[in-house]
């Protein structure tokens, strides 16, 4: 009797462990079933990955424009080597940005620009900030009945093209502090939605350095967060926390703003001045991006693609780095599906052992002190995937811990080239990091 009881208990408990194994497990298991696959998220399932002026610039100069047979070189480069979902915003390219859509059978950002100039224009003379300034000083106004004729007639020219799956509004980098600019902004919202049956959402590049506050100015109208994420531009390039930091910004501006969503927008477009640095490119690629996403974009637009004087060799290391990022994103491992559509859990923990626990940010004259590790905990497809990201230029070592009990629990390296399985039998294991480094654990129950 006694054994017969033993075994009874042990049965329990095993089932027991079992259902907590499958309790922790449970995930989506595919991205919602009414969201076309054809589409750019969050109108369908694709992630948007793109970059700025795709086959734009030359060697000598950026805006320089290309020989077609050359532009399709550098296009067809990205496309063989990288999945990207989209091209542009164009730039010196807009007027070609639709036919090169539909040539590489990808999905276009489309600015809503007239002819000749890159932004808007009224009667031949171009909306810039200085025409702007100069009516306020005189109390006068843009004609908003001409502009609103001028955008509606650049939207109607191009609505009927499904490539199109964004609008870029311009002028880029609009003043939240000016009433007159935040007024161009509603006018030309309000028409470019009245002209645009597929209803496509808005979007504005945002510099740098707007925070928070004036970030929020924007929303609505817009729909989708694009600002400058340009770490080593800001003067960050050994605070790479600070890459977290701009997210942050634009996830708080968005948050009571139904339906809008936040885009990364890393840099590609200068030579680090230091020669030592040129190594580092990939690493700063992969931080940036992947702490993009842990911290909730929706989205990366690269600026930017085009060619530019003395950034040949470094063009190509940046160039050749997105698109492996691209590649894991959108390619046969989709993890991009995973940032979209997985669930967040909070229910591990995570202990620095060794390095620093958290990172100064400074920003605006002020300070943020941040976790040196970028932590996302996600369920999908029954599993967990546990991306880490060390924001740190220093290596950092940080237990897990909260992982069900079980002989046949573990995970494997999924960036590693021939993953291996690792058994985490007693709920936590330690995990070692390199400066910047990213590494994504996908952890399960082997059967």
């Known amino acids: 009797m006694k054994k017969i009881l033993t075994l009874c208990f042990a049965a329990c408990m095993a089932a027991i462990a079992g259902d907590k194994i499958t309790a922790f497990f449970a995930a989506p298991a595919q991205a919602p079933a009414d969201l076309p696959s054809t589409e750019l998220y969050p109108k369908g399932t694709m992630f948007p990955f793109g970059f700025y002026s795709f086959g734009g610039g030359s060697d000598n100069k950026r805006g320089e424009l290309l020989s077609e047979e050359q532009r399709y070189a550098d296009q067809d480069y990205i496309l063989k080597n990288g999945c990207v ?49 100069k009516l306020e000083k005189e109390k006068k106004e843009p004609d908003w009945e001409l502009l609103k004729a001028e955008v509606a007639s650049i939207v109607k020219a191009v609505a009927d093209n499904p490539e199109i799956a964004v609008w870029n509004l311009a002028p880029e980098e609009l003043r939240p502090w000016k009433a007159m600019d935040m007024k161009v902004l509603q006018v030309t ?25 004036a970030l929020k100015k924007f929303f609505p109208p817009l729909d989708i967060s694009w600002r400058g994420m340009y770490v080593n531009y800001a003067g960050k390039k050994d605070t790479r926390v600070w890459a977290r930091w701009a997210i942050m910004q634009q996830l708080e501006a968005i948050k009571d703003v139904p339906n809008a969503v936040c885009w990364a927008l890393p840099e590609m477009f ?13 690493a700063w690629v992969r931080h940036d991006v992947y702490s993009a996403l842990v911290e909730g974009a929706k ?8 060619r530019r004087g003395n950034f040949a060799e470094c063009r190509k290391i940046y160039l050749d780095e997105y698109l492996k990022v ?117 952890v399960y129950c082997r059967e």
């Open 85 to 133: 979902s989209f091209i542009g915003p164009a730039y010196e390219l807009n007027d070609s940005c639709v036919a090169d859509a539909k040539r590489a059978k990808l999905k276009v950002v489309y600015s809503v620009h007239s002819k000749g100039v890159e932004g808007l224009a009224l009667d031949g003379a171009e909306l810039t900030f200085k025409e702007l300034d």
């Open 189 to 213: 919202a309000d028409t470019v939605r009245a002209n645009d049956p597929l209803k496509r959402p808005l979007a504005l590049y945002l510099p740098n350095h707007y925070g928070t506050a």
């Open 270 to 282: 200068q030579t680090p001045k230091e020669s030592a640095d040129v190594a580092k490119i990939p």
């Open 299 to 306: 989205g990366v637009l690269v600026f930017s693609a085009s």
């Open 326 to 442: 691209s590649q894991e994103l959108n390619g046969e491992k989709a993890l991009a599906q995973m940032y979209l559509f997985g669930e967040r859990k909070d229910d591990l923990t995570f202990s620095v052992v060794e390095g620093p626990e958290t990172l100064s940010c400074a920003h605006h004259n002020a300070k943020t002190e941040m976790p040196s590790l970028a932590i996302a905990n996600i369920a999908w497809k029954n599993a967990r995937y546990v991306t880490i990201v060390n924001s740190s230029n220093e290596n950092v070592s940080v237990i897990m811990d909260g992982l069900p009990y079980g002989s046949d629990m573990g995970y494997e390296n999924v960036f590693d080239a021939k993953p291996e399985f690792l058994v985490v039998a007693e709920g936590n294991t330690q995990i070692d990091l390199e400066p910047l480094e990213v590494r994504l654990l996908k």
